[in-house]
């Protein structure tokens, strides 16, 4: 487990440790928090990275489709 110094802005401190308060008073409820954080950016930066690269590829791809091609049996 690494260990981190952060300088915050005094109103992003004070909602992080309201965020923490809302997980519990338990000890590491302020790392918790910024986990937490940092997963769903890097998950939602991945989402857009794929449908960033499904655009290009149905863009890139897929031409003119024919009835036969959708709706095979």
Do not use: C, P, Q
Not at 2 to 26: Q, Y
């Amino acid at each position: 487990m690494g260990v981190v110094t952060l300088h915050l802005d005094d109103d992003i401190e004070k909602l992080l440790r309201e965020l923490a308060r809302k997980k519990g008073k338990k000890k590491g409820a302020m790392s918790e928090v910024v986990e937490e954080a940092l997963l769903n950016l890097a998950i939602e930066e991945e989402f857009d990275n794929l449908i960033r690269e499904l655009k290009k590829g149905v863009r890139a791809e897929v031409g003119r489709l024919r009835r036969e091609d959708i709706y095979e049996v």
